[in-house]
């Protein structure tokens, strides 16, 4: 479907596209292979599985969870970049910035999986689509990047980590009072002889879990930089959905006036918290109506009045000043409101996925080292690798219910610590790892957020 729209930007454009889309299939590769051994250590270093068949099962997981992910995290990045100020400047500025953007984060990456660092994906896009986003800002004006959403999505990151390392503390203490047969609390022999079947079954589907909802949350963070990417580009095709239907979305703003007009009718007192949410459904009818998909700032200004409208009615919500009837009919309107600007493409997730799985079957083995052998002074044990992985998982399936990005890398690296902390207490850490991993975590979004700063500056005097 996007070659068909291709045709419509110049040579010089049609090529940038192809490398920039090209550029977030090496982050999200990249993404793959540098948060493999958040999955694959403990199977690895517990001698579950053989290292080539668990990174083979790890990436087919996150190939399926990145496919089964939704939207909401996706967005979430979308929200991140300025689009509305984006669509006032040339096409040059917006191919410089998104050059910028996917650049700062790839060399982050590579350069922190080279050295064998657990880095944080999220934190690396988060902090260049900042980065870009304010060099924007600086230079054009206008709203600049969203800091609420970037506060919301800095909270979640700095969050995780703690919440994965105490949890797991708990859930190993917890572990040593229920289960009776202490085998698991053993660490392999140096044989080639493989754990119990009762713990391989326990190791594996902790694996898997990690290895699913890191697809979910981190497949979505690729589809949304994927996304934004094509508006950039091509933004009368992809800033509003596809499948948008002037008579669907007019109808949704039409039984909201309707519903909020009877409330009026029925109770004048409240004429003056509707009156303007009225007028506003009134003037974007009328928007859409004229509305040609030949200026994009004409479907940009569209695209921004039902995100407005939207937030209205949230606001709305909250306050309180609905009725239960009109509440209801308003959240259900949102809904159909909400997908004129929020879908996403099952071409754009499939490659996401797809990058993301086969990334995951390459480059695995620096990071896993690190994961397994220099975090704790002692060998990782079965539980110590179960109980990691089962708080990584339910941290990051967590955070992608509520559409937070989380670090699948310092959620996991954060809770085997913990493990090793419940074992032997706080001496049991090998002091320079964890330094390193602090000085990673710390420096990746400022690291980050001025390198697309600075790209964003160069390539707008280049391109």
């Given at each position: 479907m996007m070659l068909g729209f291709v045709v419509d930007l110049s040579a010089s454009a049609s090529v940038l596209l192809v490398v920039c889309i090209l550029a977030v299939c090496f982050?999200?590769?990249?993404?793959?292979?540098?948060?493999?051994?958040?999955?694959?250590?403990?199977?690895?270093?517990?001698?579950?599985?053989?290292?080539?068949?668990?990174?083979?099962?790890?990436?087919?997981?996150n190939f399926i969870g990145a496919m089964l992910g939704g939207i909401a995290v996706a967005m979430g990045m979308i929200k991140l970049m300025p689009l509305t100020d984006m669509m006032a400047v040339s096409l040059n500025e917006n191919i410089a910035l998104v050059l910028s953007i996917l650049i700062a984060a790839i060399a982050w990456n590579l350069g922190t999986w080279y050295f064998g660092i657990p880095c944080s994906s999220s934190h690396t896009m988060i902090g260049a689509l900042l980065g870009g986003g304010f060099a924007f800002f600086s230079i054009h004006g206008g709203i600049?990047?969203?800091?609420?959403?970037?506060?919301?999505?800095?909270?979640?990151?700095?969050?995780?980590?703690?919440?994965?390392?105490?949890?797991?503390i708990g859930l190993?203490?917890?572990?040593?009072?229920?289960?009776?047969?202490?085998?698991?609390?053993?660490?392999?022999?140096?044989?080639?002889?493989?754990?119990?079947v009762w713990i391989r079954a326990i190791l594996i589907t902790t694996c898997t879990l990690v290895s699913y909802f890191h697809g979910n949350n981190d497949g979505q963070k690729g589809v949304g930089l994927l996304m934004v990417v094509l508006i950039a580009f091509m933004p009368m095709q992809f800033a509003l959905n596809p499948n948008f239907s002037k008579d669907e979305v007019k109808n949704h703003i039409v039984n909201v006036q309707s519903a909020l007009s009877s409330e009026v009718a029925a109770d004048s007192s409240r004429l003056a918290f509707h009156a303007p949410l009225i007028a506003f459904c009134t003037n974007l009818n009328s928007a859409i109506d004229t509305l040609d998909n030949k200026s994009k700032t004409q479907v940009f200004a569209v695209r921004k009045g039902v995100q407005d409208l939207n937030k209205k009615l949230e606001a709305s919500l909250k306050t309180q000043v609905l009725s239960g009837a009109t509440a209801?009919?308003?959240?259900a309107e949102m809904k159909g409101l909400t997908t004129a600007y929020e879908y996403r493409l099952t071409w754009v997730v499939f490659l996401v996925s797809l990058c993301l799985g086969v990334g995951t079957m390459i480059g695995w083995k620096r990071i896993v080292v690190t994961i397994g052998e220099k975090i704790g002074k002692t060998h990782l044990t079965y539980a110590q690798g179960a109980s990691a992985e089962l708080c990584a998982a339910a941290t990051i399936g967590v955070s992608s219910y509520y559409g937070l990005p989380v670090s699948t890398t310092h959620v996991l690296s954060s809770g085997i610590a913990g493990t090793m902390v419940a074992d032997g207490g706080v001496k049991n850490l090998r002091r320079k790892t964890i330094t390193n991993i602090a000085l990673a975590w710390l420096l990746t979004l400022p690291v980050c957020f001025a390198g697309a700063a600075i790209l964003f500056y160069l390539f707008r005097m280049i391109i």
């Open positions: 982050f999200e590769a990249i993404n793959g292979f540098h948060d493999t051994a958040n999955a694959v250590a403990t199977v690895i270093y517990t001698k579950t599985l053989p290292p080539v068949f668990a990174v083979i099962w790890a990436g087919a997981w600049g990047p969203n800091w609420d959403k970037a506060k919301d999505i800095g909270l979640s990151l700095l969050v995780s980590p703690l919440f994965g390392f105490s949890l797991a190993m203490f917890l572990l040593r009072v229920l289960v009776k047969k202490k085998t698991i609390f053993k660490s392999p022999d140096d044989t080639k002889k493989a754990p119990p209801k009919v308003v959240k």
